[in-house]
Structure formats: structure tokens, C-alpha cells
């Protein structure tokens, strides 16, 4: 439940397993569900009610060195917990100490589960990639400053990526 983690007055009250660590189980969508309810409410207080992505990710940060040395501070991240729990519970604690970027304008992360389903197409004409969206190819909006991919395929659609820009991987040159 929100609140589970750091308690009202910012000290951490339990710890939270890493995510595929032995022990570590999801405890189903009931245990999930305030977390998520409590996302997308946040989500809808900041006008972004309809956003299909209302979760951080603290994988990707930016800001002031001693604002994210503060919010690293207030986690108390330990190497054995899992930082997306953590993350959501600062944002259940402390809002206002956590931007989201809801529409992917500075950090685009997409899933890439085969080769062909590479989540970044390719722009010629403007010479950029823009994340693939589920209602068209087309993208109206200025490219992300960063594309993050993630799942069984992202070493492959790195490599086409890379290519397009015509940049070999070390890999590929044999060294």
C-alpha cells in the first residue's frame, strides 16, 4: 500500500524486494491496484488523465545535482530493492519532489519483446527516430532527447538504430 515504505515523517518504515530476487513474488493485482489508482490520480491532478504511462521510472532522472541527491537521500535505496516501488512511494510522500515526463518529450522508453517490434521508427526526412505510437506511425511532436529500449529484443533494435545512423557496435567491427 502506499505509505508502506516511507513513513509520514520521511524515515523508511519496511523495504522493498527487487523486483525477480529470489522471494520476491507480486502479490497479484489487489496489492497492486492502490498503487496504480494512486498513480493515475496524481497523473490526473497534473492534467494527464488520459496518459497511458503515469508511472515513473527512475531509471532515467534529470534535474539539479543536490535535488536528486536529496530525492536519492529521502528513497534510502539499499542495492537489493526494487527503485520503481521506491519512486512511487516518494511520489505518495512527496509529489512535488518528482516531475514525470507523461508524454515522453525528454525520455522515450519503449519494449522491444521481437526484432521486428522495435518501438523507434526511423524519420528520414527530418533525420531523427520518434517513438512508434499505437494509434499511428506519425508523430507530430519534436523528437525525445533520449530513447531507452527494454525487453528480450533491445540489443537488436539498438543495433538497427545504430546502424540507421551509421554507427557500428563494437561487436560488429570484430574488435
Not at 76 to 85: C, D, H, I, N, R
Amino acid at each position: 500500500m502506499p505509505g508502506d515504505f516511507i513513513g509520514e515523517d520521511g524515515y523508511r518504515v519496511n523495504r522493498a524486494c527487487q523486483s525477480g530476487a529470489e522471494g520476491c513474488m507480486h502479490l497479484g493485482e489487489n496489492f497492486q491496484k492502490p498503487w496504480t489508482t494512486m498513480m493515475r490520480e496524481l497523473a490526473a491532478s497534473r492534467g494527464y488523465a488520459d496518459t497511458p504511462r503515469p508511472f515513473p521510472d527512475p531509471a532515467l532522472m534529470v534535474g539539479r545535482a543536490g535535488d536528486i541527491l536529496d530525492l536519492l537521500s529521502f528513497m534510502g535505496l539499499s542495492g537489493k530493492e526494487e527503485p520503481v516501488a521506491l519512486m512511487a512511494e516518494v511520489l505518495h510522500r512527496r509529489p512535488e519532489a518528482v516531475i514525470i515526463d507523461y508524454d515522453q518529450d525528454i525520455f522515450a522508453e519503449g519494449v522491444a519483446h521481437k526484432p521486428e517490434d522495435c518501438p523507434f521508427a526511423w524519420d528520414g526526412n527530418l533525420g531523427h527516430f520518434h517513438l512508434r505510437r499505437e494509434d499511428s506511425g506519425e508523430q507530430d511532436a519534436p523528437p525525445p532527447l533520449f530513447l531507452r529500449v527494454v525487453g528480450e529484443a533491445e540489443k537488436t533494435c539498438r543495433h538497427q538504430m545504430a546502424r540507421r545512423l551509421h554507427y557500428l557496435p563494437l561487436e560488429d567491427t570484430g574488435r
